[in-house]
């Protein structure tokens, strides 16, 4: 069982950035493939970004390559996306997931376990 935990959301102007974390629960949390996604208003949720369990490799949608960042510390059982330049946009609940399938995972539905979200806000 893993329990994860967001936080870092907020409300920011564009261009602004912000530093999500993840915080996760159990001592095998260095064996998941993480994820962050978001959910947009009136839209369906989608990947973000996405780390092999080692952090050597990583996974961006198109909209983020080159503004954000996502990594990883296995000794603090943390994930991080890192966001710049963020735009309206990207206004949306991201949420940090975790699979137990090994590699990149991009697919939503091979993550095991999901954090409660947090809200990032783009002001205009």
């Known amino acids: 069982q893993v329990q994860l935990v967001e936080s870092g959301g907020g409300l920011v102007q564009a261009g602004g950035s912000l530093r999500l974390s993840c915080a996760a629960s159990?001592?095998?949390?260095?064996?998941?493939?993480m994820g962050w996604f978001r959910r947009a208003p009136g839209k369906e949720r989608e990947i973000v970004a996405a780390i092999k369990w080692s952090g050597g490799v990583t996974y961006y949608v198109d909209t983020v390559k080159g503004r954000f960042t996502i990594s990883r510390d296995n000794a603090k059982n943390t994930v991080y996306l890192q966001m710049n330049s963020l735009k309206p946009e990207d206004t949306a609940v991201y949420y940090c997931?975790?699979?137990?399938?090994?590699?990149?995972?991009?697919?939503?539905?091979?993550?095991?376990?999901w954090g409660q979200g947090t809200q990032v806000t783009v002001s205009s």
């Open positions: 159990g001592r095998t949390f260095k064996s998941y493939a």
């Open positions: 997931a975790a699979s137990s399938t090994a590699g990149v995972v991009t697919n939503q539905r091979l993550y095991d376990y």
